[in-house]
């Protein structure tokens, strides 16, 4: 169990809502690894959770809040449903919803959309998240050619997760990755440079010339 997270459950349970680990919470949790970046997603929205939590309502407009909680930065989301990607990057619309069936569509991969409730258990409504993650596949939950067109950052995203987690892809995936490589061409530089931070703390090596 998480101390972090099991407290903080019990506080959204207590005002009536529910809160899960997902991604690499969720993955860090299973693979017995000491949980680093605290995701959290609850059906609970920004103002319902202010009621009760001193909030960073930065980016309230797409769902998500941040506060610090015992020392440690959290990441809380709302469950909700996204419409089409007009600018390949943020959905064009998003309507909160109470169901992580009706979320997790909108995640990319298996091993990202692995929830935890306050109890431990495992929900994993793709059916196949904790297989991936225990096989170290990396799966995606659309069409990949759908889902990064979606979000292009998604595609070094894919190669992130792979090197951190040394994973392999599925059938012809990383070709179809490397052929979709301008369409990177769409995200605003900043991103970018973010993403490349992260692949660089994860270890990574093998695609360094992806991220320049």
Not at 153 to 171: G, M, Q, T, W
């Amino acid at each position: 169990m998480d101390k972090i997270f099991s407290s903080l459950a019990k506080i959204f349970y207590s005002n009536g809502y529910s809160l899960y680990m997902i991604g690499s919470s969720s993955r860090d949790y299973l693979l017995n690894n000491e949980i680093k970046d605290y995701d959290f997603v609850t059906n609970a929205t920004p103002k319902q959770i202010s009621l009760f939590l001193k909030l960073d309502l930065t980016f309230e407009k797409y769902g998500v809040v941040k506060l610090k909680y015992e020392g440690k930065h959290i990441d809380i989301a709302t469950l909700r449903k996204e419409e089409s990607y007009l600018d390949n990057r943020h959905p064009s619309k998003i309507t909160f919803v109470d169901y992580i069936t009706l979320d997790y569509v909108r995640r990319d991969f298996t091993i990202n959309s692995i929830y935890i409730d306050k109890d431990y258990k495992i929900i994993d409504p793709t059916l196949k998240g904790v297989s991936d993650l225990n096989n170290k596949v990396l799966r995606f939950i659309k069409p990949i050619e759908v889902s990064i067109n979606e979000d292009p950052l998604r595609i070094l995203r894919a190669f992130r997760f792979k090197s951190e987690y040394n994973l392999s892809f599925v059938d012809n995936d990383e070709e179809i990755l490397l052929n979709n490589i301008h369409l990177l061409n769409k995200i605003n530089r900043q991103k970018i440079l973010e993403e490349r931070s992260k692949y660089k703390k994860a270890g990574g090596k093998d695609y360094d010339k992806l991220f320049e």
